[in-house]
């Protein structure tokens, strides 16, 4: 029985030597930490509401909400890494403007059965 121990002690030690067990890292917050739904939720929400101060018809606000579905869609399929990517690209497209309508120039948007 002692040489099964005696084994099994020794392989632990060179797996954890190898480098195969990985120590837990409780710190959520560094670079290297996945991101989570709750992060795209949050960037999500803080981007709508930028997104919200902005008058309905605004083009700006019209691209951001489209992001920001896009965002949730993204969450939905478990890709958090590009929900949090599409809330920042609302997020920019709110706080830059860069989408402008010259006076008398409308944007047509096509309904789904068009």
């Known amino acids: 029985m002692r040489p099964t121990i005696l084994l099994t002690a020794c ?6 030597a190898s ?3 990985t120590p837990f890292n ?5 670079p290297e930490a996945e991101p989570t739904m709750g992060a795209c939720v949050a960037a999500v929400e803080q981007a ?21 579905h896009q965002a949730m869609i993204e ?15 609302a997020t ?6 860069r989408h402008a309508l ?8 096509l309904q789904a059965d068009e």
């Open 11 to 16: 392989l632990l030690l060179v797996g954890l």
């Open 19 to 21: 480098g195969v067990a």
């Open 26 to 30: 409780p710190d959520t917050d560094s």
């Open 48 to 68: 709508r509401s930028l997104a919200a101060a902005l008058p309905s018809g605004d083009i700006s606000r019209y691209f951001a909400e489209r992001d920001l």
């Open 75 to 89: 969450a939905g399929n478990g890709e958090f890494d590009d929900c949090l990517e599409f809330a920042a690209r």
């Open 92 to 97: 920019e497209e709110v706080q830059e403007l």
């Open 102 to 109: 010259q006076p008398g120039e409308r944007l047509k948007i």
